[in-house]
């Protein structure tokens, strides 16, 4: 069972979710950074109950941080499960601006306020684009870089969505587009989830924006993709076009 907090008034308009499941290694780095913007940022962490202690290492931050958030879950159910649930806990705490970010600092906090400036300007959708401008990654094999690639060609073959990085997790949105969502009927945890999403979001008419980013490979931790992630993204998205077709999405 999932349990939601207490309502919060927020200090910033602005939340970025950060799931986490044995991060240790990263979170202080990830938390400080965001933090250290100008621009004021509160911070949720979702955790799936890591082994390694980072949700008892974020409760000692929470001593330093007084706009830093943390929800715990029982078990690891996914990248998807883990958003969706930090979306409810910032439409319920009345954010305005709801973001997703990695861990391990593969997304740049410092992007934040470019991210935030889309919303704000001409997006109700951002997204830290890595192929909107050629191949902005950093050492990442060149079979990670050839699958990510793919995967999002194939994606948007698929569903049609107008976007060249389907699969990117550093995304914005407007508390308006989560609002429109059921959200209990997003269906895919991994990979899956990410294109899910910006279709979702696409059919509903609302606008996408790609803001390019560089994407840095983790240094400490390990990498969540595994092979059933990625058979989930694979035929998640036939299964998406379907439901859609028939207007069942």
Request: charged share 25%; proline share 4%; glycine share 6%.
């Amino acid at each position: 069972m999932n349990y939601i907090s207490a309502i919060f008034d927020p200090m910033s308009e602005n939340l970025v979710i950060i799931p986490t499941y044995n991060e240790r290694e990263n979170i202080e780095k990830v938390i400080r950074k965001v933090f250290s913007l100008e621009v004021p940022f509160d911070i949720l962490v979702v955790d799936d109950n890591s082994p390694d202690g980072t949700s008892g290492l974020v409760k000692e931050f929470q001593k330093e941080f007084d706009r830093l958030f943390l929800e715990l879950r029982q078990k690891k159910d996914g990248l998807g499960k883990a958003y969706v649930h930090g979306f409810k806990w910032a439409l319920k705490n009345q954010y305005d601006y709801i973001f997703e970010m990695d861990a391990d600092l593969s997304h740049n906090p410092e992007d934040l306020p470019r991210l935030l400036n889309a919303l704000q300007t001409d997006a109700d959708m951002v997204i830290g684009s890595r192929y909107s401008h050629g191949v902005n990654v950093v050492n990442w094999p060149m079979s990670r870089v050839l699958l990510s690639y793919t995967a999002s060609k194939y994606a948007r073959f698929v569903t049609g969505l107008p976007i060249k990085d389907a699969t990117a997790g550093f995304v914005g949105y407007k508390k308006e587009v989560l609002e429109s969502l059921d959200l209990n009927k997003i269906k895919f945890k991994g990979y899956g989830f990410q294109i899910e999403m910006k279709y979702r979001v696409w059919k509903k008419k609302f606008r996408l924006k790609e803001v390019p980013i560089i994407f840095t490979n983790r240094v400490a931790g390990k990498s969540k993709i595994n092979s059933g992630i990625m058979g989930e993204a694979v035929f998640g998205i036939i299964m998406l076009r379907i439901l859609s077709i028939f207007g069942k999405l």
